[in-house]
């Protein structure tokens, strides 16, 4: 019938599965190797189910969740347009010099110093500080809205720690730059010197 002992077989087969399961006896009881190899098995199978190996792969089309890309392009526009308020944009260098320009234009030699530095010099001033102000505000209200966002999609699924992180470094910057532009827009910071 050819029975061997639990020592036997480990030696003999060196961890590998025996293609059939024999019967090992001992004089203080019996130990079968198929019960050996199920157990083995049962647990392999255990680790499987806990881990989520072996599992077949979702279908696709399957529902997922949100997977953070537009959040995340969202919370770096948000700290982009806060630098750009604060650096200065083209658009507002552009709108600044031709509003200069028309300043020039209409402004007759004859004016007072005055008229001239305003009109010359002030309406530009305040429509790079429009334009500052204007991206500042887009910053912000770009940043809250990714801030925003998770209260109203998934719930239970965590924004990523730096997603959050850049809109708020969006926030703050479209505060800083939206402050720095209402003081400059008020003549408050860096005003026109008088005549």
Known sequence: MGTRTA???????????????????????????????????????????????????????GEEGP???GQG??????????????SGSWIGTVAGAREQLVGQLRTSTSASVATQIKEVYGDAWHTTALWGGLFALAALVVGVVVLARPAFG??????APWIR???????????????????????????????
Do not use: C, F, H, M
């Open 67 to 69: 997977s953070g890309v």
């Open 73 to 86: 392009a969202g919370a770096l526009v948000s700290a982009a347009l806060g630098l750009v308020s604060l």
């Open 154 to 159: 998934a719930p239970g699924r965590a924004q």
């Open 165 to 195: 992180s850049a809109a708020w470094a969006g926030v703050v910057l479209g505060i800083v730059g939206l402050l720095l532009a209402v003081l400059k827009y008020t003549d408050a910071l860096l005003g026109l010197p008088s005549a």
């Open 7 to 61: 020592d036997e077989t480990e030696a003999t087969t060196s961890g590998a599965e025996a293609p059939e399961a024999t019967e090992a006896t001992e004089a203080n009881g019996t130990v079968t190797e198929a019960d050996e190899a199920a157990g083995a098995k049962d647990d392999q199978e255990t680790a499987a189910a806990v881990t989520g190996e072996g599992a077949e792969p979702d279908e696709p089309g």
